[in-house]
T-cell receptor, first 112, second 117 residues
């Protein structure tokens, strides 16, 4: 079945860039998403990328997709303390199915 | 910005009791979902619902679970006879339907923490 993997922790200094990585197994995935979860809150959709794209930029966020290696990354430029949260990668398979398969989440800690 | 709202934020229930978790999806959304996250584990898909019927369900969604849209705004998840292992955070989500565009991102609520004693 589908599987999505992420590293569990990442620490960066305020002002640096953060890169959160994700790998997935389902080669038929059509859409890949990044969600952010702050403490006590739900899953906030950050951005997504369609599988026929290599890159998508949205303000401080850049998503890179290497479909051959099934590798997805989220780069946050000029990371701020407010970016500290858990970041989830999720994939949606092809066809009519809509259920998302999530990674375990990466806890990003931004140090002053 | 429109939000998915879930109530209650925390539910404590005795094992074997029935529990109903409530969700109000975003008003123009027509596709609804439930996911759960057991502490320390991944967010897992339970069920999706469209046009007043279940569209997809996972292996987790057995006969103990049911979903309902009792009126034009609420979407509920019922667990008939709760077990200790049902303790988890339950997330509701909703998405639009747009003709010709199959990617409609799912928007999530803040979740209901269910604790079974």
């Amino acid at each position: 079945g589908e599987d999505v993997e992420q590293s569990l922790f990442l620490s960066v200094r305020e002002g640096d860039s953060s890169v959160i990585n994700c790998t997935y197994t389902d080669s038929s995935s059509t859409y890949l998403y990044w969600y952010k979860q702050e403490p006590g809150a739900g899953l906030q959709l950050l951005t997504y990328i369609f599988s026929n794209m290599d890159m998508k930029q949205d303000q401080r966020l850049t998503v890179l997709l290497n479909k051959k290696d099934k590798h997805l990354s989220l780069r946050i430029a000029d990371t701020q303390t407010g970016d500290s949260a858990i970041y989830f990668c999720a994939e949606r398979p092809s066809g009519s199915a809509r259920q998302l398969t999530f990674g375990s989440g990466t806890q990003l800690t931004v140090l002053p | 910005e429109p939000e998915v709202t879930q109530t209650p934020s925390h539910q404590v229930t005795q094992m074997g009791q029935e529990v109903i978790l409530r969700c109000v999806p975003i008003s123009n959304h027509l596709y609804f979902y439930w996911y759960r996250q057991i502490l320390g584990q991944k967010v897992e898909f339970l069920v999706s619902f469209y046009n007043n019927e279940i569209s997809e369900k996972s292996e987790i969604f057995d006969d103990q679970f049911s979903v309902e849209r009792p009126d034009g705004s609420n979407f509920t998840l019922k667990i008939r006879s709760t077990k200790l292992e049902d303790s988890a955070m339950y997330f509701c989500a909703s998405s639009e339907i747009r003709t010709g565009d199959s990617n409609q991102p799912q928007h999530f609520g803040d979740g209901t923490r269910l604790s079974i004693l």
